[in-house]
């Protein structure tokens, strides 16, 4: 009879639903003392992906830090919608990007696109720069942290901006409301706020034919999409019942 695994009972018994796969991740990172301070973390709450330094995302490991958000499964579809029918030597850029998860998945897609991203949280800004060209990624508010000279020749804006409504944070998985930073969350009264300043700018950026790509929740979706439809451009709500995702794709 096989013993049981000391590691993996410590991760089942606190709440860790993957403890096997979880314990082999964290002996793969770390042995000995360092490890039983891993887990030591783990077991008091901290996500996995920042005790690794890196989250799997669209077949990558893309790096992340301490209390920068950590990419999730369903924004793969985001990455799905933006290389749909993109043209050779495109250009892509990512606001809200986090630690630029879709920037760097649509990069290694299509690696002959001119692909940007830009935060507002310097520490997100300095994990993205490690899974894109440092140069390629911007610190600033939206639009604002862009270079001129992309106005009017962005074929793709693509984001996961934050979309959780103010007051119901609270309501956020522990790992997300206790160890990511809230400007990665917090969407305002409605959830729709930086949606709506993302959706007002688009115009100026898009090169004809553009589109703007946004994730949303299921419920907010029509709400979002009636944020693009003010600016003129035709909108399609997409699911992904596999990923759990939603998405508002807007075009010109």
Not at 19 to 35: F, S, V, Y
Not at 180 to 185: F, I, R, S
Request: one cysteine or more.
């Amino acid at each position: 009879m096989t013993e049981p695994d000391p590691l993996v009972a410590r991760l089942r018994a606190a709440g860790c639903v993957f403890a096997e796969d979880e314990a082999a991740l964290l002996r793969e990172a770390a042995a000995g003392d360092a490890l039983e301070a891993l887990v030591k973390r783990r077991v008091a709450g901290e996500p996995l992906e920042a005790l690794l330094g890196w989250a799997e995302f669209d077949g990558l490991r893309v790096a992340v830090a301490p209390g920068v958000f950590v990419p999730r499964v369903r924004t793969e579809l985001l990455v799905d919608l933006s290389v749909d029918g993109l043209r050779t030597g495109a250009v892509v850029v990512e606001l809200c990007c986090g630690v630029a998860a879709i920037a760097a998945a649509v990069r290694t897609r299509r690696p002959e696109t001119e692909v940007w991203a830009s935060d507002i949280d310097p520490d997100a800004v300095a994990a993205a720069r490690q899974n894109l060209p440092a140069d390629r990624v911007t610190e600033g508010d939206l639009y604002g942290a862009l270079p001129r000279e992309l106005r009017g020749r962005v074929d793709v804006i693509v984001a996961n901006a934050p979309y959780v409504p103010t007051d119901e944070i609270a309501f956020m998985p522990s790992e997300a409301r206790d160890h990511e930073h809230l400007v990665a969350l917090d969407g305002g009264v409605d959830g729709l706020e930086i949606q709506a300043r993302i959706a007002a700018e688009s115009r100026a950026w898009l090169a004809p034919g553009g589109r703007v790509i946004i994730e949303t929740s299921e419920r907010q979706a029509p709400r979002t999409a009636s944020l693009l439809q003010h600016e003129g451009l035709r909108t399609r709500i997409v699911h992904d019942d596999d990923r759990g995702g939603t998405a508002v794709v807007g075009e010109l």
